[in-house]
């Protein structure tokens, strides 16, 4: 009987860590699609494709920061496997990965502070703001990110 529940236990615990670490990627996955969203709105913008307003910039910057601040959340043990293009250096080497998040969100929150209520008021001082945040992507993704 007891090595029953120990066994019905096991089968459960390991359903549910599959569950949640499906769950985390796909959380993680949709929040980098904002990133690719805001970083589009924020790239047209600067080339003059979409017409700059403040608020848009301030739209595509608290988007960013947002997404910084989260984003670090849903990487659980066993969500290294599955659908995914996260790289083993995410948990091997966690303290490089926080760091890269940690620069994400400073450069976020510096564009938030330089934004103000009502956005940044033309374009040069959006791209001044906006541009640090862009230059995350690469540079994370190189590390942390495989090519599938
Ligand atoms: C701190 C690290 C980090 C930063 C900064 C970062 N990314 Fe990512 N990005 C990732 C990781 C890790 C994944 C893989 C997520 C997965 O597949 O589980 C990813 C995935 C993506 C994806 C694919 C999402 C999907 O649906 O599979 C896009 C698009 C993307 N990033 C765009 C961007 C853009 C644009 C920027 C810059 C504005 C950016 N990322 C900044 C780490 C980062």
Redo the contacts with the bound molecule.
């Keep these: 009987m007891k090595k029953f529940v120990a066994a019905a236990l096991c089968v459960c615990l390991t359903a549910s860590a599959a569950f949640a670490a499906g769950d985390?990627?796909t959380t993680?996955?949709?929040i980098?699609?904002s990133?690719?969203a805001?970083?589009?709105l924020?790239g047209g913008m600067m080339k003059g494709e979409i017409a700059y307003t403040p608020a848009a910039g301030k739209a595509a910057i608290m988007s960013?920061a947002a997404?910084?601040h989260s984003?670090?959340a849903?990487?659980p043990e066993g969500?290294e496997a599955?659908?995914?293009?996260?790289?083993p250096a995410?948990w091997s080497d966690a303290a490089g990965?926080e760091a890269?998040?940690a620069?994400?969100a400073a450069a976020s929150d510096a564009a938030v502070q330089a934004s103000g209520k009502d956005g940044p008021a033309d374009v040069d001082a959006f791209k001044a703001a906006f541009g640090p945040?862009?230059a995350?992507?690469?540079?994370?993704?190189e590390?942390?990110?495989?090519k599938k």
């Design positions: 985390a990627i993680r996955k949709t980098m699609d990133v690719a805001a970083a589009g924020g960013m997404a910084s984003f670090g849903f990487f969500s599955g659908d995914t293009t996260a790289a995410i990965f890269a998040l620069k994400f945040i862009m995350n992507c690469k540079s994370c993704h590390t942390f990110r495989v």
